[in-house]
């Protein structure tokens, strides 16, 4: 794994970078778009395919500004600069457009493994791409008889001489057919306990033997996908790590995806939760009261103000893990936490904003879309619960690997893959 080390002599002052990035934002950025974003309803693909290229565009835009990859070294295109930096141009960023989509999971955690695992040449192919905006990437990571066990993957990679032959099939994928690489987690070896028999490949998403199928969201998305890979072909050189030690790797790569919160490669308005939604923050949620007319319910303004308290309690939170892991007095583990209270919060928040909608979120006038959101949002608010990783999963990792609690007992452990019992549809 490869980290990188900053010359505090070589590194502009906050001060000086905060004055930078605030008069360099005020004459190139546009302002934030209002309303919920693009691709979270019902909209046509033009439209999202139109939004995908304003993200790249977003991303050019700050690279060529100097304020793409303030965290990532100099020699890939990166600034070089500290978290510090990093969360500075976040609080600066505010009320402005911002490459959202690339954010999650191009950023962290695809970048930020490519870079920590990745060799130097696929470091200098990927990251500056990646920070000009040219590359897209998704995890190809869960599979459709998985659940939450990732370990458990069972898409296959076999040698060929100086190639590797994927076979098997990726689901929940966000975006895969207008995006551009995935990192993909793939079993090389079967005869050993799924830790150790994986191993991670980069790959591009447009190829010969990949099929991408879209899946139909309740709330009439398609962001999702389901890949099914057939015979694809990658050369050695696409490999992440070594063979069968992809759990390694595979345990930063969900590190950098449960820290997305207090990563120092992430871009995002500080403040702002891991969705932009109309129930996001305490101060929209007021706007909606009054605009519903409750602002006088005593019922109204305690919901506004748990909203409100909750959001405030994650950021500290937040701010405090990531504090405390950049110095080492809590182990990576504990990002769970920031997962954990992520999913949450976003749960409860989402279901106090349609509950202060009541009727005005089942049916709504064709100039509220943010009402219909809130609607929408509370049909599939349990995503905040699944997405990255289950809730529970991010309690047995609190509870085993950050409280050191016994080891839920598994079945499967010390068991050759090949001969761990499996059930007829997850065969």
Same mark, same amino acid.
């Given at each position: 794994?490869?980290?990188?080390? !900053?010359? +505090?002599?070589?590194?502009?002052?906050?001060?000086?970078?905060?004055?930078?990035?605030?008069?360099?934002?005020?004459?190139?950025?546009?302002?934030?778009?209002?309303?919920?974003?693009?691709?979270?309803?019902?909209?046509?693909?033009?439209?999202?395919?139109?939004?995908?290229?304003?993200?790249? =565009? @977003?991303?050019?835009?700050?690279?060529? %500004?100097?304020?793409?990859?303030?965290?990532?070294?100099?020699?890939?295109? %990166?600034?070089?600069?500290?978290?510090?930096?990093?969360? &500075?141009?976040?609080?600066?960023? *505010?009320?402005?457009?911002?490459?959202?989509?690339?954010?999650?999971?191009?950023?962290?955690?695809?970048?930020? *493994? !490519?870079?920590?695992?990745?060799?130097?040449?696929?470091?200098?192919?990927?990251?500056?791409?990646?920070?000009?905006?040219?590359?897209?990437?998704?995890? $190809?990571?869960?599979?459709?008889?998985?659940?939450?066990?990732?370990?458990?993957?069972?898409?296959?990679?076999?040698?060929?001489?100086?190639?590797?032959?994927?076979?098997?099939?990726?689901?929940?994928?966000?975006?895969?057919?207008?995006?551009?690489?995935?990192?993909?987690?793939?079993?090389?070896?079967?005869?050993?306990? =799924?830790?150790?028999?994986?191993? &991670?490949?980069?790959?591009?998403?447009?190829?010969?033997?990949?099929?991408?199928?879209?899946?139909?969201? @309740?709330?009439?998305?398609?962001?999702?996908?389901?890949? $099914?890979?057939?015979?694809?072909?990658?050369?050695?050189?696409?490999?992440?790590?070594?063979?069968?030690?992809?759990?390694? &790797?595979?345990?930063?790569?969900?590190?950098?995806?449960?820290?997305?919160?207090?990563?120092?490669?992430? #871009?995002?308005?500080?403040?702002?939760?891991?969705?932009?939604?109309?129930?996001?923050?305490?101060?929209?949620?007021?706007?909606?009261?009054?605009?519903?007319?409750? @602002?006088?319910?005593?019922?109204?303004?305690?919901?506004?103000?748990?909203?409100?308290?909750?959001? @405030?309690?994650?950021?500290?939170?937040?701010?405090?893990?990531?504090?405390?892991?950049?110095?080492? +007095?809590?182990?990576?583990?504990?990002?769970?936490?920031?997962?954990?209270?992520?999913?949450?919060?976003?749960?409860? #928040?989402?279901?106090?904003?349609?509950?202060?909608?009541?009727?005005?979120?089942? +049916?709504?006038?064709?100039?509220?879309?943010?009402?219909?959101?809130?609607?929408?949002?509370?049909?599939?608010?349990?995503?905040?619960?699944?997405?990255?990783?289950?809730?529970?999963?991010?309690?047995?990792?609190?509870?085993?690997?950050?409280?050191?609690?016994?080891?839920?007992?598994?079945?499967?452990?010390?068991?050759? $893959?090949?001969?761990?019992?499996?059930? +007829?549809?997850?065969?």
């Amino acid at each position: 794994m490869t980290t990188t080390t !900053i010359d +505090a002599g070589d590194v502009e002052d906050l001060d000086s970078f905060r004055q930078r990035a605030r008069a360099w934002l005020a004459a190139n950025m546009p302002p934030a778009p209002a309303g919920p974003p693009v691709g979270a309803g019902d909209v046509s693909d033009e439209e999202e395919l139109d939004d995908v290229e304003h993200t790249r =565009k @977003l991303q050019r835009l700050l690279y060529d %500004g100097g304020f793409a990859g303030i965290c990532f070294p100099r020699e890939y295109g %990166g600034q070089g600069l500290t978290p510090a930096h990093q969360q &500075v141009l976040n609080e600066e960023i *505010v009320g402005y457009d911002y490459p959202a989509r690339m954010q999650l999971p191009t950023f962290t955690p695809c970048a930020a *493994v !490519i870079h920590e695992f990745g060799n130097e040449e696929q470091r200098k192919a990927h990251i500056p791409a990646i920070l000009k905006g040219e590359e897209i990437w998704m995890q $190809f990571l869960s599979e459709p008889g998985g659940g939450s066990d990732v370990a458990g993957a069972q898409t296959t990679a076999v040698r060929d001489g100086d190639e590797w032959v994927l076979n098997g099939s990726k689901i929940w994928t966000t975006g895969a057919w207008w995006s551009d690489w995935g990192l993909c987690l793939a079993r090389t070896n079967w005869d050993v306990p =799924k830790h150790r028999g994986l191993t &991670v490949f980069m790959l591009r998403i447009h190829q010969p033997g990949i099929e991408v199928h879209r899946i139909e969201m @309740l709330n009439g998305s398609k962001e999702f996908c389901q890949e $099914f890979m057939t015979d694809v072909r990658i050369p050695d050189g696409d490999r992440i790590g070594e063979v069968d030690a992809g759990w390694t &790797v595979g345990v930063r790569w969900m590190f950098h995806e449960r820290n997305l919160a207090g990563s120092p490669y992430v #871009t995002r308005p500080a403040g702002q939760g891991p969705a932009r939604s109309a129930a996001d923050t305490g101060d929209t949620l007021l706007e909606l009261v009054r605009d519903v007319g409750r @602002l006088a319910d005593p019922r109204a303004r305690d919901l506004v103000g748990e909203a409100h308290a909750l959001r @405030l309690v994650q950021g500290k939170m937040v701010s405090r893990i990531t504090r405390g892991i950049a110095t080492g +007095a809590f182990t990576d583990q504990a990002a769970s936490i920031i997962r954990l209270m992520a999913g949450v919060v976003g749960n409860r #928040t989402t279901t106090i904003g349609f509950e202060l909608a009541g009727p005005h979120a089942v +049916a709504w006038p064709d100039d509220a879309a943010a009402l219909g959101e809130l609607g929408l949002g509370y049909l599939t608010r349990q995503a905040s619960s699944i997405g990255g990783g289950t809730t529970e999963m991010a309690r047995n990792v609190i509870s085993e690997r950050v409280l050191g609690m016994p080891r839920e007992r598994a079945a499967d452990r010390d068991v050759a $893959f090949r001969d761990v019992p499996r059930s +007829a549809s997850a065969r």
